[in-house]
């Protein structure tokens, strides 16, 4: 079964809007971390964001934030007032803290208008 | 600068022949990690090392060995190249909550 899923292949957003990024994810593990990262085309991974499985608060970075629903077993990304830089892809991840081995989506390419 | 190296940048390779990736961090984090990326399929784990003398299977293990002989490097050897191990591969090292990535090494195998 899937670890991670993101359903989303491509988004497109208007410039200063906000748009939200859903990924769900499957694990029996009671301590995990969950994680967002962005792939411009230039190729290199950037980490955004990180929401503990303990963490009762949503976590917020800058025009970041993560919308964790631990019952529902997602842990969606949310921009606030979308950029055109923000145009690229974006990955979920979590991190089963047994082995401490991650585990990606495949991803969400987003495209922010002018 | 701080960070993760991994050479080379890019590579055609042979099948059949072998090849080893080059990963080397400087931040001293006691895992690594190795991924390969395939368009539609994200990053996929291949091997990771927890710390210097250990490391263990990811999803996707077969056809690649590894070694972390030290904390600071981590090759990824194809001892046997096919061409579905075309790809680009990531190295990776974390500490507490953020993973650091390598800018990739492009693999075509032919």
């Known amino acids: 079964a899937q670890k991670i899923t993101q359903t989303q292949p491509g988004m497109f957003v208007q410039e200063k809007e906000a748009v939200t990024l859903d990924c769900t994810y499957d694990?029996?593990?009671?301590?995990?971390?969950l994680f967002w990262y962005k792939q411009p085309s230039s190729g290199e991974m950037i980490f955004l964001i990180y929401q503990g499985s303990y963490d009762e608060q949503n976590a917020t970075e800058g025009r970041y934030s993560l919308n964790f629903q631990k019952a529902r077993k997602s842990a969606n990304l949310v921009i606030s007032a979308s950029q055109l830089g923000d145009s690229a892809m974006y990955f979920c991840?979590?991190?089963?803290?047994?082995?401490?081995?991650?585990?990606f989506g495949s991803g969400t390419k987003l495209n922010v208008k002018p | 600068i701080a960070g993760i190296t991994q050479a080379p940048t890019s590579q055609i390779l042979a099948a059949g022949r072998r090849m080893t990736l080059r990963c080397t961090q400087d931040?001293?984090?006691?895992?690594m990690y190795w991924y390969r990326q395939d368009l539609g399929l994200g990053l996929r784990l291949i091997h990771y090392s927890n710390t210097a003398g250990t490391t263990g299977k990811g999803e996707v293990p077969d056809g690649y060995s590894v070694s972390r002989a030290n904390t600071d490097d981590f090759p990824l050897t194809l001892a046997s190249a096919v061409p579905s191990q075309t790809s680009v591969y990531f190295c990776?090292?974390?500490?507490?909550?953020?993973?650091?990535f390598g800018p990739g090494t492009r693999l075509t195998v032919l």
């Open positions: 931040m001293r984090h006691n895992a």
């Open positions: 991840a979590m991190r089963e803290n047994n082995f401490n081995k991650f585990y």
């Open positions: 694990t029996s593990d009671q301590s995990y971390g």
């Open positions: 990776a090292s974390s500490e507490g909550n953020e993973q650091f």
